[in-house]
């Protein structure tokens, strides 16, 4: 029997959706800070972007499971258009009217884009994703990394690329980090083997949860007794500290409404739009596949939740924000079951700055790493490329070219790549399917080839149709039948009417047209 599909928001999955919510922040904290520091942008902005994310997008968002929040595709943009409009303030105001143009977004429609990715490249954008989570983690997980939590690109802001940040950080390998990194990992994996979940501390305390609570102590511990495994400044998380009510007030800040005539600020504007709605949409359909119960996100009602939240976000001093897959993925490999799960990482992280930044700056990225280690390895399973092997060339091929080119550039890209490919091997399967080519024996010995046209033959076609006729030998009889036909593009009937009247005259080819629309003033079937 199905099991019956849970509502997007329902509080009968309490015991599920707070301890996923849990570990999404866990996984979010230093996400948020990480993407901030790299946009150039107070560390605050990106905190303000989670919460955001969390509490005003899950509330509105169709969507039972996807997580929003800053992400790691906009922090070029962000950098680069900071510097362009000369303050930060000025450029709240862009993210700002981004939400208002992604909200109009949502009431065209536009969010039918999402439902035309090829199951291919978002399986392999799920791959490609996991790869990078793993490649780069390994330098936070080894203790050495001077680049930032959340920069996903290959080529990093320090100098350094994915492949030599790992090699980097051998030379400088931190044993209390190793340390903290194995116990965490033995902790996670552990936590969920089947004979543990029998017992109900097991099932209802997050592995990661524990996993940060050891690191913590085991950390406090080197201070004591090893002090030069002691973690400490970028090796552990660093949270602003509001020290009293007013300066954390004074970390919110309003857009500058002056700039409201800066041309700049809207080809900003349009363009944190376009690929926050993009990054958001893709990572929406990501979702619904790794969901259990299969649910459907509504996708023009994603626009409009992500263009509310990115107004908001922008009032009040936040980063842009998208539906981001990592922490997606991290809330559904937690066992979250519905948007409550999204909602309370979001009030986690409002918590976090009111006056939780002291405990959790004694965090070590070593933990949190090692949670990312696990969740990487879960998207990017060797049973997937496997199974994506299994169901042939056409589904393969743009899955590893969507995998490839995602780790050496970004996200958008690949999933540009992936998609060429797969327009490919459409154009080419059209190519091959506009007709069928048969000879038939005729009472005196010779040759008859009957072309039956295909139900729908359109421009794309019109190449291998004036291949075929191309090679016809001289003297043949060649009959062109559309009969089957519901659409002949007008490109293809001029292609055939032009051999009939001009090449096949010439070759001695005799010529019968079967339901062929004339060429001039005529339409096709």
């Avoid at 800053?70 to 450029?91: C, Y």
């Avoid at 902790?187 to 940060?212: D, S």
């Avoid at 559904?332 to 999204?342: F, M, P, V």
Wanted: glycine content about 8%; aromatic content about 10%; charged content about 15%.
């Amino acid at each position: 029997m199905t099991p019956k599909k849970p509502k997007a928001l329902t509080f009968e999955y309490l015991k599920n959706d707070l301890p996923a919510g849990l570990v999404v922040f866990l996984v979010a904290l230093p996400l948020c800070l990480g993407i901030a520091l790299a946009s150039g942008a107070p560390l605050f902005s990106g905190i303000i972007a989670g919460m955001v994310g969390g509490i005003v997008v899950a509330s509105v968002s169709g969507s039972a499971l996807s997580v929003s929040g800053p992400a790691a595709g906009l922090t070029v943009i962000v950098l680069n258009a900071i510097t362009q409009l000369g303050s930060f303030e000025i450029f709240t105001l862009a993210v700002m009217i981004a939400g208002l143009i992604q909200i109009l977004l949502g009431y065209l429609k536009a969010g039918i884009i999402g439902y035309y990715f090829p199951s291919s490249v978002i399986k392999g954008m799920l791959a490609a994703i996991g790869i990078i989570l793993i490649l780069k983690q390994i330098p936070h997980a080894l203790g050495y990394d001077k680049d930032n939590e959340g920069d996903f690109d290959f080529l990093q802001v320090d100098g350094q690329n994915t492949f030599s940040e790992i090699f980097n950080a051998l030379n400088f390998i931190h044993p209390g980090a190793i340390v903290i990194s194995v116990i965490s990992l033995i902790i996670l994996i552990l936590w969920e083997r089947p004979v543990l979940k029998k017992y109900a501390f097991f099932k209802f305390v997050p592995g990661a949860l524990v996993a940060v609570v050891v690191g913590v102590l085991l950390n406090e511990g080197y201070k004591l007794y090893y002090p030069s495994f002691f973690l400490e400044g970028e090796e552990l998380v660093q949270l602003p500290v509001a020290g009293s009510a007013m300066d954390f007030v004074n970390q919110f800040s309003l857009p500058d409404f002056t700039a409201l005539g800066n041309y700049h600020v809207y080809v900003v504007a349009v363009t944190i739009a376009v690929i926050a709605s993009l990054e958001s949409l893709l990572s929406v359909e990501a979702a619904d596949k790794l969901d259990p119960f299969k649910r459907s996100t509504p996708t023009n009602r994603e626009l409009k939740a992500q263009g509310i939240g990115n107004f908001v976000s922008g009032l009040i001093g936040g980063l842009p924000l998208t539906a981001v897959i990592v922490r997606t993925s991290a809330n559904i490999n937690s066992g979250g079951k519905t948007k409550l799960s999204s909602m309370f990482h979001g009030l986690l992280l409002l918590g976090s700055v009111i006056g939780l930044a002291p405990l959790l700056n004694r965090i070590p990225l070593a933990c949190l790493a090692a949670v990312l280690l696990l969740v990487g390895y879960k998207l990017a399973k060797v049973s997937l490329f496997k199974s994506m092997f299994r169901l042939g060339w056409e589904q393969f091929v743009p899955f590893i070219v969507t995998v490839i080119a995602i780790q050496f550039s970004d996200l958008l890209k690949g999933i540009a790549a992936g998609m060429a490919v797969s327009a490919f091997i459409i154009l080419r399967n059209n190519y091959k399917l506009a007709y069928v080519f048969q000879v038939e024996e005729k009472s005196d010995h010779s040759d008859k080839i009957v072309i039956q046209l295909a139900e729908d033959v359109s421009f794309l076609n019109k190449g291998s149709i004036a291949f075929t006729l191309d090679q016809l030998e001289e003297g043949t009889h060649v009959i062109i039948d559309g009969s089957k036909s519901h659409n002949i593009d007008m490109d293809v009937i001029e292609i055939i009417h032009d051999f009939k009247n001009n090449t096949a005259a010439l070759k001695n080819i005799k010529v019968e047209l079967k339901d062929i629309p004339e060429f001039k003033g005529a339409s096709a079937h």
